[in-house]
Each structure stands twice: as structure tokens, then as C-alpha cells.
């Protein structure tokens, strides 16, 4: 049998991307989600861009017998667990949702792969983690805090992960700190499509840009920054997916656990986003002026030195790939799959 790489959230935005990454790679992919906050018709643009099917089942990470049929039936070697909520502000509202659906669903399927002899793991965590960053650039031996119940989720996760390392050196785990995702598969056939108001710059951007929302609205000005808008480190969604190959490889080569920060290590303030994407779209955005978002933080972004050293994964894409990517996917999808 050929052993195959496990994907949960393989629907999302993050993993539809990744699952491209690793079938081109010649990876053999299962992909499982529940479809919360994705479409299936993602899986026919995956099959359009790779010309290979990906192996897929609507399963939630939280059911645990369904999850143990799966592993019995298929040689899985390692997992890439993406699956997951991710909206802060609802967190605050439903953090019972959050806790149950990250922190029980990663442990429901732990105890999974547990189960079954699975002992490689790349994990899904986020800048969210180091809270309000004393200094910048970011280094990963920063303090960690959680300013909100998602990145609670998070830190929680992390921790378990690690305890779980400490018992049992025979797992190897990737924890994968993202900053900010950004842009889309350069065919225009994958990209973000969020369900509801988009809380995240780009999609938001994007939307203004194609006409589906008539402003955006910059919140605050007053930062401590060059312009005064925040600052953070964009990413190419495509440059990410790489990062998790790289992982994945160092998984298999390497008998140890790792955790890294993706970004690019460059600051970009909101301002400097806005023009970045009117010159990809060709058009001007209609901007305002708010207060500040509450629990935003001036200026966050990476170093990413130790990716770069220990898997030597580097970002290569720039703002505009992400902004002229970004747009070719709404403007051919103006209302998502
Ligand atoms: P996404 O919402 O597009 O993808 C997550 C996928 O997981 C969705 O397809 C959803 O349907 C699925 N899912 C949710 N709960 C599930 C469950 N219980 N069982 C099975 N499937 C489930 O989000 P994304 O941007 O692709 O994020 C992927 C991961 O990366 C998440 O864990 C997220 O927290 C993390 N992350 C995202 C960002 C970001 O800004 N996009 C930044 C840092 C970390
Ligand atoms: C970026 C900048 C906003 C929207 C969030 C999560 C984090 C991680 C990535 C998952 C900020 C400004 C935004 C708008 C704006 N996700 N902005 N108008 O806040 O860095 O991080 O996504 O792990 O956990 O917190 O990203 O894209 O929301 O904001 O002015 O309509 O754009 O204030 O300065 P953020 P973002």
C-alpha cells in the first residue's frame, strides 16, 4: 500500500492549497472535512489543476469512530491537521464552539492517530499565540499569551502537543505559526471564499475591489507605525503550502518535533495593502477611517530565520503575486465556488 499523507480541513483555504502542493510533489492525499466553512466543489478545481483525484470524505474530526474506520482502512503516515474555526470575533461570542471544535476535535483526533500508530503530525497554529509582541521582528522563543478564545484554542493545542512529545519521543510534530495568509493558486481556480462578512484585509479587499462591498474600513490610523495604520506579515497562501511540504519532508528525515514561524519577515502596513491590491485590480478602493479594532496590536510580523535554517523554507512570492493572485480569483469567482 502506499502510504499516504492525511489532510483535515482539506476543503478550506489553507488546505485546498496544500493538498495542490502535495499532489504535484507526488504525494498520495486523503482529504476529510466537514464542510462548515468550505464548498466540495473545491476538490473538482484541486483535480483541474493537479490532473489527480484526491481521495475525500465529509468526516469531522470530532468523531471518533468514523476517524478510526478511516485510519484502519487506509495506511496513513502523517497528518496535516488544518481543520478548525477561525473567527476571532466569533470566539469571543461562542468560545464553547471553539474550545469543542479546536481543542476537542485536535484531541479527538490525536487519540486517533494514537490509536493507530500514527506519530507524524504538522499542526495549523497561528502568530495569534504571541499575543501583543513586545519586539518585532518575532522570534518563536517569544512569550506566548492568548488575547482571545481562538488563539487560547491554539495555545492549548500547542501545549498538549508538546506533553504528548514529552511522553512519547516517538512522535514527530510540526507546529507551523502562520502570520497572515494572503492571494490564491495563480490558475484563479482556488482561493479564500469566505462564508460570511470577511473579517481579514484581503478577502475584504477583494470584495470592495469586484464590487460586492462598497468600503473599506481601516481600523485606526493612530498606531505607532510609519502611516499609522497596523502593520503585518502578509504571506502567499502558495509560499505556506510550501512551508508544510518542507515540514512534511523534515518529518520523515528527521527524529525530532519543530516549531516555526511562516511569514515573509517583511512589514506591511494596511495602507501600503490598499495600494498594493489598486494596482493589481486597477481601480481605486474606497477607504474610511474607524477607531481601532479592539485586541489589534500595532505591528506584528515574523523572523522567519528559523524556518529558513532548519527547513530551508524561504517565502518567494512579494505583495503584489498576492494581491494580483488574490484578484484573479475574485474576479473570476465574484460570489466564491
Ligand atoms: P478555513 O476555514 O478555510 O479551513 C478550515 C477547514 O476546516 C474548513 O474547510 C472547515 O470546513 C474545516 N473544519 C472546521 N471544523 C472542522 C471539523 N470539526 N472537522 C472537520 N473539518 C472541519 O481556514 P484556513 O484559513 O484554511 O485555516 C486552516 C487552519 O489554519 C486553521 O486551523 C486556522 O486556525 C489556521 N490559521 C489560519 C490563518 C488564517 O488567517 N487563514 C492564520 C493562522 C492559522
Ligand atoms: C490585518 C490588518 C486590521 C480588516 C487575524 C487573526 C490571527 C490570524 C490572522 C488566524 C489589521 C486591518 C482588517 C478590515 C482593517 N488568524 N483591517 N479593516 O488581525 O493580523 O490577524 O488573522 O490565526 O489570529 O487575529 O489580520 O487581516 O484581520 O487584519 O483595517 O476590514 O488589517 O486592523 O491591522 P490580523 P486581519
Not at 502506499?2 to 483535515?8: A, D, K, Q, Y
Not at 502542493?21 to 483541474?48: K, T
Not at 502523517?78 to 476535535?105: C, E, M, R, W
Request: aromatic share 8%; with cysteine.
Amino acid at each position: 500500500m502506499t502510504r499516504s499523507i492525511l489532510v483535515t480541513g482539506a476543503t478550506g483555504y489553507i488546505g485546498s492549497h496544500t493538498c495542490v502542493c502535495l499532489l504535484e510533489a507526488g504525494w498520495r492525499v486523503i482529504g476529510i472535512d466537514n464542510l462548515c466553512n468550505s464548498s466540495p466543489r473545491v476538490l473538482s478545481h484541486i483535480a483541474r489543476i493537479t490532473d489527480r483525484e484526491l481521495p475525500f470524505q465529509v468526516l469531522d474530526v470530532r468523531d471518533h469512530v468514523n476517524l478510526c474506520r478511516l485510519l484502519q482502512r487506509e495506511e496513513v503516515s502523517a497528518v496535516i491537521h488544518f481543520a478548525g474555526l477561525k473567527a476571532v470575533g466569533t470566539s469571543v461570542s461562542q468560545p464553547l464552539n471553539y474550545f469543542d471544535n479546536n481543542i476537542a476535535g485536535t484531541l479527538t483526533l490525536l487519540r486517533a492517530l494514537h490509536q493507530h500508530g500514527v506519530r507524524k503530525l504538522v499542526f495549523s497554529s497561528s502568530a495569534t499565540v504571541y499575543g501583543e509582541p513586545k519586539h518585532v521582528p518575532i522570534t518563536e522563543d517569544a512569550p506566548l499569551s492568548a488575547t482571545n478564545p481562538y488563539g487560547r484554542t491554539k495555545l492549548i493545542i500547542e501545549q498538549c502537543l508538546a506533553d504528548l512529545r514529552q511522553s512519547d519521543p516517538e512522535w514527530r510534530i510540526a507546529t507551523l505559526r502562520y502570520f497572515n495568509p494572503a492571494g490564491a493558486h495563480e490558475t484563479g481556480l482556488l482561493g479564500e471564499d469566505p462564508r460570511d462578512t470577511p473579517n481579514n484585509l484581503m478577502p475584504y479587499i477583494a470584495q470592495v475591489a469586484v464590487g460586492r462591498r462598497k468600503c473599506l474600513t481601516i481600523f485606526g490610523n493612530d498606531y505607532p507605525t510609519p502611516d499609522g495604520t497596523g502593520v503585518r506579515d502578509y504571506i502567499h497562501v502558495m509560499d505556506l503550502a510550501r512551508g508544510h511540504l518542507a515540514s512534511l519532508e523534515r518529518l520523515f528525515n528527521k527524529p525530532d518535533s519543530f516549531t516555526v514561524n511562516l511569514g515573509t519577515g517583511q512589514g506591511v502596513s494596511v495602507l501600503e495593502a490598499v495600494a498594493a491590491f489598486e494596482a493589481a485590480c486597477e481601480k481605486k478602493i474606497p477607504v474610511r477611517f474607524s477607531g481601532r479594532r479592539p485586541g489589534d496590536v500595532a505591528s506584528c510580523y515574523a523572523s522567519p530565520e528559523s524556518a529558513r535554517e532548519l527547513l530551508g523554507w524561504r517565502a518567494e512570492k512579494q505583495l503584489a503575486d498576492m494581491c494580483a493572485d488574490h484578484w484573479r480569483w475574485q474576479r473570476n469567482h465574484p460570489n466564491g465556488y
